[in-house]
Protein backbone atom coordinates (compact mmCIF):
# COMPACT_ATOMS: atom_id res chain seq x y z
CA UNK A 1 0.00 0.00 0.00
CA UNK A 2 1.36 3.43 -0.86
CA UNK A 3 1.53 5.60 1.82
CA UNK A 4 -0.84 8.81 2.30
CA UNK A 5 -1.72 11.12 4.63
CA UNK A 6 -3.96 10.83 6.50
CA UNK A 7 -7.60 13.57 6.00
CA UNK A 8 -6.94 15.15 9.21
CA UNK A 9 -4.36 16.81 11.11
CA UNK A 10 -2.81 14.81 13.50
CA UNK A 11 -3.13 17.08 16.37
CA UNK A 12 -2.85 16.45 20.09
CA UNK A 13 -5.99 14.71 20.35
CA UNK A 14 -5.79 12.21 17.60
CA UNK A 15 -1.69 11.59 18.59
CA UNK A 16 -2.75 11.09 22.12
CA UNK A 17 -5.50 8.69 20.90
CA UNK A 18 -3.26 6.77 18.64
CA UNK A 19 -0.82 5.96 21.75
CA UNK A 20 -4.12 4.80 23.66
CA UNK A 21 -4.45 2.23 21.04
CA UNK A 22 -0.85 0.91 21.45
CA UNK A 23 -0.68 1.29 24.85
CA UNK A 24 -3.73 -0.04 26.15
CA UNK A 25 -3.25 -3.42 23.21
CA UNK A 26 0.22 -3.81 24.89
CA UNK A 27 -0.96 -3.90 28.27
CA UNK A 28 -4.07 -6.34 27.77
CA UNK A 29 -2.27 -8.41 25.19
CA UNK A 30 1.10 -8.23 26.23
CA UNK A 31 1.99 -8.00 21.96
CA UNK A 32 3.00 -5.00 19.50
CA UNK A 33 -0.30 -3.56 17.67
CA UNK A 34 1.36 -3.74 14.45
CA UNK A 35 4.60 -3.63 14.02
CA UNK A 36 6.97 -3.22 16.91
CA UNK A 37 9.13 -0.13 15.94
CA UNK A 38 5.72 1.47 16.58
CA UNK A 39 6.50 1.70 19.97
CA UNK A 40 9.20 4.38 19.83
CA UNK A 41 6.41 6.39 18.23
CA UNK A 42 4.83 9.49 19.04
CA UNK A 43 3.06 12.34 16.93
CA UNK A 44 2.54 12.50 13.42
CA UNK A 45 4.84 9.72 12.72
CA UNK A 46 2.49 7.68 15.14
CA UNK A 47 -0.44 9.12 13.21
CA UNK A 48 0.61 7.95 10.04
CA UNK A 49 2.11 4.77 11.11
CA UNK A 50 -1.39 3.77 12.00
CA UNK A 51 -3.22 5.52 9.24
CA UNK A 52 -1.31 3.41 6.41
CA UNK A 53 -1.06 0.03 8.38
CA UNK A 54 -1.91 -2.84 6.35
CA UNK A 55 -4.45 -3.94 9.54
CA UNK A 56 -7.67 -2.33 10.20
CA UNK A 57 -7.71 -0.26 13.18
CA UNK A 58 -10.80 0.74 14.33
CA UNK A 59 -12.60 1.94 18.11
CA UNK A 60 -15.54 3.69 19.70
CA UNK A 61 -15.92 5.72 22.81
CA UNK A 62 -18.28 5.05 25.73
CA UNK A 63 -21.12 6.70 25.03
CA UNK A 64 -24.40 5.61 25.71
CA UNK A 65 -24.68 4.76 21.75
CA UNK A 66 -20.96 4.55 21.20
CA UNK A 67 -19.61 6.30 18.32
CA UNK A 68 -16.61 5.41 16.39
CA UNK A 69 -13.66 7.60 17.31
CA UNK A 70 -10.98 6.42 15.18
CA UNK A 71 -10.43 4.43 12.19
CA UNK A 72 -7.63 4.06 9.62
CA UNK A 73 -7.39 4.05 5.95
CA UNK A 74 -7.92 0.56 6.18
CA UNK A 75 -11.00 0.53 8.32
CA UNK A 76 -12.69 3.60 6.39
CA UNK A 77 -11.65 1.41 2.72
CA UNK A 78 -13.82 -1.23 4.17
CA UNK A 79 -16.62 0.64 5.77
CA UNK A 80 -16.44 2.64 2.88
CA UNK A 81 -17.06 5.93 4.70
CA UNK A 82 -15.23 9.31 4.97
CA UNK A 83 -13.38 10.06 7.99
CA UNK A 84 -16.18 12.77 9.21
CA UNK A 85 -18.99 9.90 8.13
CA UNK A 86 -16.79 7.25 9.42
CA UNK A 87 -15.78 9.27 13.13
CA UNK A 88 -19.98 10.22 13.76
CA UNK A 89 -21.17 6.33 12.88
CA UNK A 90 -22.67 4.65 16.28
CA UNK A 91 -20.60 1.51 16.53
CA UNK A 92 -23.73 -0.51 16.07
CA UNK A 93 -24.40 0.97 13.06
CA UNK A 94 -21.43 -1.30 11.66
CA UNK A 95 -23.43 -4.48 12.14
CA UNK A 96 -26.66 -5.49 10.25
CA UNK A 97 -29.55 -5.05 12.71
CA UNK A 98 -30.10 -8.69 12.80
CA UNK A 99 -26.61 -9.34 13.92
CA UNK A 100 -26.69 -6.48 16.65
CA UNK A 101 -27.66 -8.48 19.15
CA UNK A 102 -24.78 -10.97 18.64
CA UNK A 103 -21.93 -7.86 18.39
CA UNK A 104 -23.79 -7.22 21.72
CA UNK A 105 -22.54 -9.99 23.77
CA UNK A 106 -19.39 -10.05 21.92
CA UNK A 107 -18.61 -6.82 23.18
CA UNK A 108 -19.58 -7.67 26.96
CA UNK A 109 -17.49 -10.61 26.88
CA UNK A 110 -14.51 -8.08 25.86
CA UNK A 111 -15.66 -5.68 28.74
CA UNK A 112 -15.60 -8.72 30.87
CA UNK A 113 -12.01 -9.96 29.99
CA UNK A 114 -10.23 -6.75 28.76
CA UNK A 115 -9.70 -8.51 25.18
CA UNK A 116 -10.71 -11.06 22.79
CA UNK A 117 -8.55 -12.45 20.24
CA UNK A 118 -11.13 -14.81 18.21
CA UNK A 119 -13.97 -12.66 17.16
CA UNK A 120 -15.25 -13.69 14.11
CA UNK A 121 -18.78 -11.81 12.31
CA UNK A 122 -20.57 -10.27 9.92
CA UNK A 123 -19.85 -6.41 9.65
CA UNK A 124 -21.99 -4.02 6.81
CA UNK A 125 -20.39 -0.86 4.84
CA UNK A 126 -22.14 2.26 4.99
CA UNK A 127 -23.63 1.70 1.52
CA UNK A 128 -24.77 -2.01 2.71
CA UNK A 129 -21.80 -4.11 1.32
CA UNK A 130 -21.45 -7.40 3.28
CA UNK A 131 -17.85 -8.64 4.37
CA UNK A 132 -17.07 -11.25 6.98
CA UNK A 133 -13.74 -10.25 9.27
CA UNK A 134 -12.15 -13.28 11.01
CA UNK A 135 -9.88 -13.39 13.76
CA UNK A 136 -10.08 -10.10 14.72
CA UNK A 137 -8.69 -9.18 18.37
CA UNK A 138 -11.21 -6.50 20.65
CA UNK A 139 -9.69 -5.22 23.59
CA UNK A 140 -10.97 -2.45 25.99
CA UNK A 141 -8.99 1.07 25.95
CA UNK A 142 -7.87 1.55 29.45
CA UNK A 143 -5.75 4.67 29.61
CA UNK A 144 -2.35 4.22 31.80
CA UNK A 145 -4.61 4.86 35.39
CA UNK A 146 -6.97 2.33 34.10
CA UNK A 147 -10.01 4.19 33.44
CA UNK A 148 -11.66 2.99 30.76
CA UNK A 149 -12.06 4.93 27.66
CA UNK A 150 -13.28 2.42 24.61
CA UNK A 151 -13.07 -0.36 22.90
CA UNK A 152 -11.13 -0.94 19.51
CA UNK A 153 -10.80 -3.50 16.79
CA UNK A 154 -7.72 -5.06 14.82
CA UNK A 155 -8.35 -7.51 12.06
CA UNK A 156 -5.98 -7.93 9.00
CA UNK A 157 -8.62 -10.79 7.83
CA UNK A 158 -11.72 -10.51 5.96
CA UNK A 159 -13.81 -11.81 3.10
CA UNK A 160 -16.50 -10.04 0.58
CA UNK A 161 -19.70 -11.83 0.87
Request: one cysteine or more; hydrophobic letters at 40%.
Amino acid sequence: MTETPPPFACNDTIASHCRLLRDSYLSVTGMALGDPSWAELEGDKLCAAFWNADVVIASHGLEDDPVLNYGNRRALELWEADWAAFTSMPSRLTAEPIRREERAEMLARVTADGFIDDYAGIRISTIGNRFKIHRATVWTLRDQSGIRRGQAVVFSDWSCL
